[in-house]
């Protein structure tokens, strides 16, 4: 698809009449830079009834309905669980997905097995999809390790601290990708904050150059910590692609079937060769930034509220329940298993043992290196003489 | 009053709030430096009282607010940035050293780069990667560029005013798990030069020369040695570009033996160039060899093994007895 074809097909779609729901961010306060409402491909009203749009059908078996629906409610009794965790003392932090759940499912289930994915340090629900153990995902907010899991075994790479800097990886993995001329694709997730950074810009720089088979998979979910997405930009995150060359699309990021079409077709996108997309999951950030954060110093609970009146669960279960896709014993039976996820999750991180001091040393080269060698023993040399003056 | 005891977080936000006032080209820039008042605080309530023309919250991107702050010094104005944590410095690292640091060479002068850039740096706060390191040896080594960091509130509330005043871009270390340490300061007091370094205990058997987080175990490491009978002097660095040599070399005429304690790694780091140089300038006065206690040649590790890899009293205490011993 050509950057003309997006604009022609954003006008059909505005003439289709498919549903949208109002932004927040541009409701308020929004620059002039910013004109009319952007459009927001939505399947799912937040009453969870089912709407149609042109470019974006799905037809999905009740029972990958109630999958659906099962991945978002785990994956929220997950991150409840490490939140209390950390209030418990028991992780040093957390950053919480929280009104996140159909943005991560979504997408993460329009992938497939040989796929790749490079998260930032939230994509809580996308690790769930891919099979990564929850609790391998709590190492590095405990503070035994800076990672917790083989990149390799579940494609899915180690969460990203350094804001953006992974968007470059999945672009040079993509490139990768394309020069074995294999068919998987990448996909990249990030913020609305980071959308500023260099090593953004410079992922849609060279994805695009390069014919890269990677989505870029951005869940606007309002802030990053105090700031408003209008302290990034003026105009609406996914239309920054057709600066680049590619094609950008907004999703109602509150709404998992919407997520899930759009992309898997962005994927396919890739697959095809066509190159990168990028997706613009438009969302929200239910809970704080990160347990140290305190959002009461910068936004107001109504703004809170009246997302939660989207909330990405309630939707599903109602268009579920609507529909007769699902019963009460579904509802039961997933709740007992979010209860048994829960105490496996807390029994996990309790019995989760310290790293052993060597440690520190481990794992700098792939290769020896002399000084390492000498300070390790050293260390070793120090531990032992305490260790000595303790049996006396 | 002048003299008021504050955590050093506070002094930050007093010594902000003081170049605001008497400078109308003094900005601060910054991700999450308005509302919030920064992650730390430190910037707390300078947006409410100095508008947000004056106190800018910046898009998320370090090289930008880095670049943009030399493009507003190049027009007059005397940006104070804050980096948000020492391991997002890396991004504005190339806008640092490639252009801040030499601008005022290459316009022969002509040009001033009156840009403070402010970063909590240092580790024992038990946080997730990225958020501990003590990237000073990298800045340290770059002609142009002034480093410093203070140790205590007062240093705290007058280095940041010196350094705002300085015409060259000074690297501005805070030593976050200090930020809440109490401490004087006077803010009528007439401080010390910028580079100078300070004798924050006097001593007559070894001198330790320390900055930023470790000047205070330092101290409890001369108090403890105090009860062994061993006088330990201690040394405030305060900047380590330039280093006050002659301040180190006094000492150590007096001394005659000398550690140096870091949180960074011990390789390549601001103890080997303190030891290079008082080698060279007291090697007759020298009665053991210029020891060094800091991190090793490994990554900041995970939190929970911090305490191993940071300095602690023990571990400066093992130095002094090793110095001493020879
Ligand atoms: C390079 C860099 N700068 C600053 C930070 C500190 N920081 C962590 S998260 C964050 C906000 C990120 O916002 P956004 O990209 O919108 O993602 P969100 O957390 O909202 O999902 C900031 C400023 C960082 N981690 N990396």
Redesign the pocket.
């Known amino acids: 698809m050509t950057v003309e074809s997006t604009a022609a097909r954003k006008t059909t779609r505005r003439s289709s009449g498919a549903k949208r729901t109002t932004s927040a961010a541009s409701a308020k306060k929004a620059p002039a830079a910013q004109g009319a409402e952007p459009e927001l491909v939505q399947l799912l009203t937040p009453e969870g009834e089912r709407v149609q749009h042109p470019d974006y059908d799905i037809d999905l078996s009740a029972e990958e309905l109630r999958g659906l629906y099962r991945d978002m409610v785990l994956t929220r009794r997950f991150d409840a669980e490490a939140t209390s965790l950390q209030r418990q003392g028991e992780l040093g932090l957390w ?1 919480s997905l929280l009104g996140q759940e159909a943005a991560q499912i979504g997408s993460g289930r329009a992938l497939r097995d040989d796929d790749y994915v490079f998260p ?1 340090y ?1 994509e809580h629900g996308v690790a769930w999809v891919r099979g990564v153990d929850p609790t391998n995902l709590l190492g590095m907010f405990r503070g035994v390790n800076h990672g917790g899991w083989d990149p390799n075994s579940n494609n899915f790479h180690l969460y990203t ?4 800097s992974q968007t470059l990886h999945a672009t040079g993995y993509a490139m990768g990708i394309a020069k074995d001329g294999a068919d998987s694709a990448v996909i990249a997730y ?5 959308s500023s ?1 260099g090593d953004v810009n410079e992922a849609f720089t060279f994805s695009a150059v390069y014919n890269a088979p990677v989505v870029f998979f951005c ?1 606007n ?1 309002q ?3 105090s700031e408003p997405t209008e302290k990034q930009t003026r105009v609406p995150l996914y239309q920054r692609a057709r600066g680049f060359g590619f094609p950008g699309v907004r999703v109602d990021g509150n709404d998992v079937l919407a997520c899930l079409a759009v992309t898997r077709s962005a994927l396919e996108r890739a697959r095809r060769g066509e190159g990168p997309t990028l997706v613009e999951a438009f969302t929200y ?1 239910m809970g704080a ?1 990160t347990t140290s954060d305190d959002p009461t110093k910068y936004r107001r609970d109504e703004e809170r509220e009246a997302w939660e009146a989207k909330d990405p669960i309630l939707r599903l279960k109602a268009y579920l329940e609507r529909e007769g896709h699902a019963d009460e014993a579904f509802f039961e039976a997933l709740e007992a298993e979010s209860e048994a996820l829960g105490k496996r999750v807390r029994e996990g991180v309790r019995n989760m043992p310290d790293p052993d001091d060597m440690a520190i040393f481990e794992n700098v080269y792939a290769d020896g290196h002399s000084l390492v060698d000498e300070e390790r023993a050293q260390f070793a040399a120090y531990q032992a003489s305490f260790a000595d003056g303790e049996v006396k | 009053m002048a003299v008021q005891k504050l955590p050093l977080a506070k002094a930050l936000n007093e010594s902000l709030r003081k170049a605001l006032e008497t400078d109308p080209k003094v900005l601060i820039m910054g ?2 430096v308005g509302k919030l008042g920064g992650v730390f605080r430190v910037t707390d309530g300078l947006q409410k009282d100095f508008g947000e023309d004056r106190v800018i919250d910046s898009p ?1 991107a ?1 090289s930008g607010i880095v670049g943009t702050a030399i493009g507003l010094a190049l027009r007059g104005y005397r940006p104070v940035v804050e980096i ?2 020492d391991g ?1 410095v890396f ?1 504005a690292y190339d806008q640092i050293v490639t252009q801040l640091a030499k601008m005022h060479a290459r316009a022969l002068g002509k040009v001033k780069m009156p840009v403070v850039i402010r970063i909590p740096y240092g580790g024992g706060i038990g946080a997730v990667e ?1 958020h501990s390191e003590s990237p000073e040896a990298l800045f340290a080594h770059v002609p142009g560029l002034k480093v410093v960091s203070p140790s205590n509130s007062s240093d705290a509330y007058w280095m940041l005013q010196q350094a705002i005043q300085s015409d060259d871009p000074v690297i501005f270390f805070e030593p976050k798990r200090r930020y809440w340490d109490k401490g004087e300061v006077d803010t009528e007091a007439i401080p010390g030069a910028l580079h100078q370094a300070r004798v924050a205990r006097e001593g007559s058997d070894l001198t330790l020369a320390a900055y930023g987080p470790m000047v205070k175990v330092c101290l409890e490491a001369a108090a403890a040695a105090q009860e062994e009978g061993k006088s330990v002097e201690v040394l405030d660095l305060r900047s380590m570009s330039p280093i006050d040599f002659d301040a180190i070399q006094r000492s150590v005429e007096k001394t005659r033996h000398l550690v140096v304690v870091h949180e960074a790694p011990v390789f390549y780091g601001a103890g080997a160039e303190i030891a290079a140089r008082i080698t060279e300038r007291c090697f007759y006065h020298l009665e053991a060899p210029v020891l060094r206690v800091g991190g090793y040649h490994a990554p900041y590790p995970p939190a929970r093994l911090e305490e191993e890899y940071l300095p602690g009293l023990d571990r400066v205490l093992d130095a002094v007895d090793r110095s001493l011993a020879y």
């Open positions: 950053a930032t939230r601290i350094v804001i953006g990030f913020g609305d904050g980071a950074q869940q979910n802030w990053a910590i950030r930034h | 991700e999450d998320l370090e948000q944590f997002f991004p990225h």
